[in-house]
T-cell receptor
């Protein structure tokens, strides 16, 4: 059974700090791994998608890495801002119709 | 491209009533997914459509749940005889892909269901 775990469940940091969110998955035979952002009461916004053949993807202040052999992905946020406060979710895709989400990390960036 | 839309955004119903939700995907997307999300948890997969064909259903989708995607465009999710345990956010997502390719999913804002 595929499981996706995110640690920590919640994180509070001062503005300007660099931070790392962690995602681990039990089955390394993934197609890709996707990071999402979810604001309270809203849907999910895709941030980065890493294909299984890739090691990392970057978008602005965000960098996501993927290590299939160890079953881990990290999302690095540089120079955090209060607007980054949200819940960050990772999802492991094992097929075009099988996606498993973690429970998320709730990030609070304090001004 | 107006994104994925869902209607209604909120639904309050009494136990035992039937409810229906609608999802309009991004127009050129052939794949459509329904998820359920409860507080503090990530979305759980419910069902998947490729064009008008429902190709995958989770065991979470009991007999009280039914989904359709006529003509491969919008989709509806109906819950019959609602129970309090059905209270959750119901999310719709769409993507474009062919074969076994796995592409970025675009999510709608969700429908929050409260069963009293």
């Amino acid at each position: 059974k595929q499981e996706v775990t995110q640690i920590p469940a919640a994180l509070s940091v001062p503005e300007g700090e660099n931070l790392v969110l962690n995602c681990s998955f039990t089955d390394s035979a993934i197609y890709n791994l996707q990071w999402f952002r979810q604001d309270p009461g809203k849907g999910l916004t895709s941030l980065l998608l890493i294909q299984s053949s890739q090691r990392e993807q970057t978008s602005g202040r965000l960098n996501a890495s993927l290590d299939k052999s160890s079953g881990r992905s990290t999302l690095y946020i540089a120079a955090s801002q209060p607007g980054d406060s949200a819940t960050y979710l990772c999802a492991a895709a094992y097929n075009f119709n099988k996606f498993y989400f973690g429970s998320g990390t709730k990030l609070n960036v304090k001004p | 491209d107006t994104g994925v839309s869902q209607d209604p955004r909120h639904k309050i119903t009494k136990r035992g009533q039937n409810v229906t939700f609608r999802c309009d995907p991004i127009s050129e997307h052939n794949r459509l997914y329904w998820y359920r999300q409860t507080l503090g948890q990530g979305p759980e997969f419910l069902t998947y459509f490729q064009n008008e064909a429902q190709l995958e259903k989770s065991r979470l989708l009991s007999d009280r749940f039914s989904a359709e995607r006529p003509k491969g465009s919008f989709s509806t999710l109906e819950i019959q005889r609602t129970e309090q345990g059905d209270s959750a956010m119901y999310l719709c997502a769409s993507s474009f892909g062919s074969g076994g390719a796995v592409d970025t999913q675009y999510f709608g804002p969700g429908t929050r269901l409260t069963v009293l």
